[in-house]
T-cell receptor, first 113, second 113 residues
Framework: DGGITQSPKYLFRKEGQNVTLSCEQN?????MYWYRQDPGQGLRLIYYSQIVNDFQKGDIAEGYSVSREKKESFPLTVTSAQKNPTAFYLC????????????FGQGTRLTVV | AQSVTQPDIHITVSEGASLELRCNYS??????LFWYVQSPGQGLQLLLK??????LVQGIKGFEAEFKRSQSSFNLRKPSVHWSDAAEYFC???????????FGTGTRLLVSP
């Protein structure tokens, strides 16, 4: 079955440590996205990528980094510079642009203690 | 800048009753409009989308939405709610071409017996 796989589903890290969230898709989509979700704030865009080896900052990119070395993969690193990293992180992909349907992964809940 | 407002944080509807979730947007041209649904701890699933043409859009699970340009609204409706519809609903707006979607803060639907 085609889809987007995020792993792990739950992640715990100590404050000050970097952590990488995985996102893999087998839909052959060009575009991929990372969103952060906090209660009462909806989804906020962290980074997006339209093509391999290229990506752009979203609204809240500070403290995060990404790479897009393969079409299928778009990992997100939450660095120690992110002041409040505890959140639910969602990865999505689409054929081209967001004016087509975006498919979402099941999310990763990151808790920093 | 584009924005989306979902004025209702929570809505409780009796099972079998009709439902309307409100969404208002701010955008300079005709936007692309979406409704997504999210079950707890899960990713988002697309319910329906509006790009152009007929302003009444049919989606999955018996949902529909009507685009009203004069009111800058894209309200989601369902004639008879089922207990399985309890979830969080997000309205989103995007411009033409490749650019990021902007999401509303979501409306949590509770279904009472």
């Amino acid at each position: 079955d085609g889809g987007i796989t995020q792993s792990p589903k739950y992640l715990f890290r100590k404050e000050g440590q970097n952590v990488t969230l995985s996102c893999e898709q087998n839909l052959n989509h060009d575009a991929m996205y990372w969103y952060r979700q906090d209660p009462g704030q909806g989804l906020r865009l962290i980074y997006y990528s339209q093509i391999v080896n290229d990506f752009q900052k979203g609204d809240i990119a500070e403290g995060y980094s990404v790479s897009r070395e393969k079409k299928e993969s778009f990992p997100l690193t939450v660095t120690s510079a992110q002041k409040n990293p505890t959140a639910f992180y969602l990865c999505a992909s689409s054929i081209e642009g967001m004016n087509t349907e975006a498919f979402f992964g099941q999310g990763t809940r990151l808790t920093v203690v | 800048a584009q924005s989306v407002t979902q004025p209702d944080i929570h809505i409780t509807v009796s099972e079998g009753a009709s439902l309307e979730l409100r969404c208002n947007y701010s955008y300079g041209a005709t936007p692309y409009l979406f409704w997504y649904v999210q079950s707890p701890g899960q990713g988002l699933q697309l319910l329906l989308k509006y790009f152009s043409g007929d302003t009444l859009v049919q989606g999955i699970k018996g949902f529909e939405a009507e685009f009203k340009r004069s009111q800058s609204s894209f309200n989601l409706r369902k004639p008879s709610v089922h207990w399985s519809d309890a979830a969080e609903y997000f309205c989103a707006v995007g411009p033409t071409g490749f650019q990021k979607l902007v999401f509303g803060t979501g409306t949590r639907l509770l279904v009472s017996p």
